[in-house]
């Protein structure tokens, strides 16, 4: 099991140097981050441009690999909506500094999100455009190495404006665009409040996830078998269906971040 963390949630207070290496030091060799021009705290998202050329030296120092950061989102990155057609080429246009961001730390793998709901926009139109838009980048990504993976979130309990909640649909959407190098991040804890039934899902999808994320449900806190999800399970039935990438740890820790991340690695090694 390649297990990486989000970095964001964890060692709240610590630099971008301390937090790599401590989950070095814990045991990880693979980690992901948010976004290229935004940082996280315990006060929240603050925007301030990450030194991708001080990553890359850090990556080189820890021996450790970027899996990912987010291209587009509500949030941060790229402020554009792949489901609105206006602001496909806000994305385009900044697509080659975006890259070249990511070819400097060695990462391979862009997060795009769907944006927001948008009042009066139907739902065949807003699916229509994330079409055009995943295949324009998607192409011109993939003639660089790079990989889009879709992330749907859950409208229930943290994402509530978010337009793409659904599994079915983000697969539709993925084979419409039919690139190898555009899939689903499928995250667990959101894709379990919105639709359940994960492992049959992902036994009839597998090949079009890139990516998982996993946390606990209800709470999104530590993995382990206080939630009413078995990732013991889960997790082992996904690498008996062939996948062979990264689950990315994305959740709030109630222990201590360092001792919440060895119990987790603990846990999956029992």
Request: some cysteine.
């Amino acid at each position: 099991m390649n297990l990486d963390v989000c970095i964001e949630p964890f060692f709240p207070g610590y630099t971008i140097d301390q937090k790599l290496k401590a989950i070095r030091d814990i045991g990880f060799s693979a980690y992901e981050f948010w976004f290229h021009d935004m940082w996280f705290d315990e006060n929240g998202l603050e925007p301030g441009l990450k030194d991708f050329g001080h990553i890359a030296e850090l990556n080189e120092q820890y021996g450790l690999k970027t899996v990912d950061f987010v291209l587009n989102h509500p949030d941060g990155g790229i402020i554009a909506a792949l489901i609105q057609r206006e602001e496909k080429q806000r994305i385009l246009d900044n697509l080659e500094e975006m890259i070249g961001l990511a070819k400097k730390i060695g990462c391979t793998n862009f997060i795009s999100g769907s944006g927001n709901t948008i009042a009066g926009l139907p739902d065949d139109e807003a699916d229509d455009a994330m079409v055009e838009a995943l295949s324009d980048i998607g192409s011109i990504c993939q003639q660089h190495g790079m990989n889009i993976i879709l992330e749907a979130f859950n409208t229930r309990t943290d994402h509530p404006d978010y337009y793409l909640d659904d599994p079915h649909k983000s697969i539709e959407i993925l084979k419409r665009v039919n690139l190898s190098n555009v899939k689903m991040l499928y995250d667990i804890y959101h894709m379990q409040i919105m639709d359940g039934n994960i492992v049959d899902f992902l036994r009839s999808n597998i090949e079009w996830i890139g990516h998982f994320h996993i946390a606990g449900v209800p709470g999104r806190h530590e993995p382990l078998e206080n939630n009413e999800l078995n990732y013991k399970y889960i997790v082992n039935e996904i690498i008996h269906l062939g996948y062979t990438g990264y689950f990315g740890l994305e959740y709030w820790p109630v222990l201590p971040s360092g001792e919440s991340l060895q119990e987790v690695i603990n846990y999956f090694n029992e």
